[in-house]
């Protein structure tokens, strides 16, 4: 999942695994994905029956590169993983390639090989979001990609689909359609895929810049996208201030639910960092929306005196919707849900923790979110989302390195976790994917 760069600044102020299987190429330029796919979320799993938990490795996109799996999507009886950009093998500049991987279970792993259709452009911008792949969901037109590019006017959203998840295409879209877009997260929904996030005036923070808003971007397929157009509940307070790329409030995460889609998200006090440091702490509370059909959103505000930190993942069971994150300082640790039972009403929960939560997903009319503890990944069940009891038998990883991100998804036999871990020394082992059975 993306996160907002008032992450990065707040932490500025205040992986080694099972040998899985070696990286293989596929093709990656494909022709235009079928519309008529079905839209379902949910892959079928491998004929091989799994009867405990596995831990396997995610292989490096080529050799000597770290594999940076950030997010993973399930549809048409396939898994496909995405993340970061990496270098050709043999050089350390000019254009990047963002990353994709493919599994039939979860197990074994393959990864796309680099192609001219998966450039990011060369270097990185020194503050904002940075190149490379960060979301990626399953729909009627297939898997749909969402990332950044780098370009000669600066970093500008990119959207990549493919039908199979194995060949694929860039998606061509008017700049004007995500212009001042801050995009962070997509889900099959509403006309076909729902992408939100937030807006920003490219002059912001200057005096007389329009303030932000939340946004929110549609597609039939995955190849037209239009930017819904802005409505009364989108505002989301002024702008933070970072000294650099300034950051606001927005939507962070959307789910599909029986009666339409909903989004977590947060509005945000006008706050300048560099005269006060701990000025975000106070700012920012939870958001929510509601959506019969993706293009017409109802603003929820919980209005709930919440400690600081994010709400930045969400799903639905059935009829529950929980939202989790936690919060910013590590003392105390606490972990927050936000829960509902008709997306109208909500409840905030909270409990002291070692780290927040780092996701949540929806499995068999329960809920189950993850955390990272100290280099491990830690899974956590909830039938309401007010309580949560860690699973047992979750395999650990070596000691060391810490887990930088991951993402959570239910297959139809199996919870599939894909995540990587900063300052591993062996590039093979960074990338990794925690595979487990329902019910254990």
Same mark, same amino acid.
């Given at each position: 999942?993306?996160?907002?760069?008032v992450t990065v600044v707040l932490a500025t102020l205040l992986v080694a695994a099972c040998v899985g299987p070696g990286a293989t190429s596929v093709p990656s330029s494909s022709p235009s994905p079928s519309a008529t796919q079905s839209s379902s979320a949910t892959a079928t799993a491998s004929a091989t029956p799994l009867t405990g938990w596995r831990l396997v490795t995610i292989p490096p996109p080529v050799a000597e590169r770290w594999p940076t799996p950030t997010a993973v999507a399930a549809g048409g009886g396939r898994l496909?993983?995405?993340?970061?950009?990496?270098?050709?093998?043999?050089?350390?500049?000019?254009?990047?390639?963002?990353?994709?991987?493919?599994?039939?279970?979860?197990?074994?792993?393959?990864? /796309?090989?680099?192609?001219?259709?998966?450039? %990011?452009?060369? *270097? @990185?911008?020194?503050? $904002?979001?940075?190149?490379?792949?960060?979301e990626v969901a399953y729909g009627p037109g297939g898997f749909v990609v969402l990332g950044h590019e780098m370009t000669g006017q600066g970093i500008r959203v990119g959207i990549w689909r493919s039908e199979t998840g194995e060949a694929w295409e860039r998606v061509h879209v008017s700049e004007a359609v995500f212009d001042g877009g801050r995009p962070s997260a997509v889900t099959a929904g509403g006309p076909g895929y729902v992408i939100v996030g937030g807006w920003l005036d490219p002059d912001a923070p200057r005096d007389g810049a329009a303030p932000p808003?939340?946004?929110?971007?549609?597609?039939?397929?995955?190849?037209?996208?239009?930017?819904?157009?802005?409505?009364?509940?989108f505002a989301v307070g002024g702008y933070v201030d970072t000294g650099e790329t300034p950051d606001a409030g927005g939507m962070?995460? /959307?789910?599909?639910?029986?009666?339409?889609? %909903?989004?977590? *998200? @947060?509005?945000?006090? $006008?706050?300048?960092?560099?005269?006060?440091?701990?000025?975000?702490?106070?700012?920012?509370r939870p958001l929510i929306w509601t959506s019969e059909n993706g293009t017409k959103w109802t603003r929820v505000?919980?209005?709930?005196?919440?400690?600081?930190?994010?709400?930045?993942?969400?799903?639905?069971?059935?009829?529950?919707?929980?939202?989790?994150?936690?919060?910013?300082?590590?003392?105390?640790?606490?972990?927050?849900?936000?829960?509902?039972?008709?997306?109208?009403?909500?409840?905030?929960?909270?409990?002291?923790?070692?780290?927040?939560?780092?996701?949540?997903?929806?499995?068999?009319?329960?809920?189950?979110?993850?955390?990272?503890?100290?280099?491990?990944?830690?899974?956590?069940a909830s039938t309401t989302g007010a309580t949560w009891t860690a699973v047992a038998d979750v395999?650990?990883?070596?000691?060391?390195?810490?887990?930088?991100e991951s993402d959570v998804i239910a297959l139809d036999d199996r919870v599939v976790i894909v995540g990587w871990r900063e300052g591993e020394e062996d590039s093979?082992?960074?990338?990794?994917?925690i595979v487990g059975p329902f019910g254990r």
């Open positions: 999942m993306i996160r907002f760069i496909v993983a995405v993340g970061g950009p990496v270098h050709p093998e043999g050089t350390i500049e000019g254009p990047m390639y963002g990353t994709i991987w493919t599994s039939a279970d979860g197990l074994a792993w393959t990864a /796309v090989g680099l192609d001219p259709i998966l450039e %990011v452009g060369a *270097g @990185r911008p020194t503050s $904002g979001p940075e190149p490379g792949f960060s808003r939340a946004a929110v971007w549609t597609s039939p397929d995955g190849d037209a996208w239009t930017r819904v157009r802005d409505q009364d509940g962070l995460d /959307v789910t599909p639910t029986e009666a339409g889609l %909903v989004a977590v *998200g @947060r509005t945000c006090k $006008g706050v300048n960092l560099m005269e006060d440091p701990m000025g975000l702490v106070s700012s920012c505000d919980p209005d709930l005196d919440a400690h600081p930190g994010n709400v930045s993942f969400i799903a639905a069971a059935g009829a529950r919707i929980a939202a989790v994150g936690g919060g910013w300082s590590d003392d105390p640790a606490v972990r927050y849900t936000l829960r509902s039972g008709d997306g109208t009403t909500w409840r905030w929960d909270e409990d002291s923790a070692s780290s927040p939560f780092e996701g949540i997903v929806a499995v068999r009319g329960k809920l189950m979110a993850t955390s990272h503890e100290t280099g491990q990944v830690g899974l956590w395999p650990s990883m070596s000691k060391g390195p810490s887990v930088r093979a082992q960074a990338g990794f994917a």
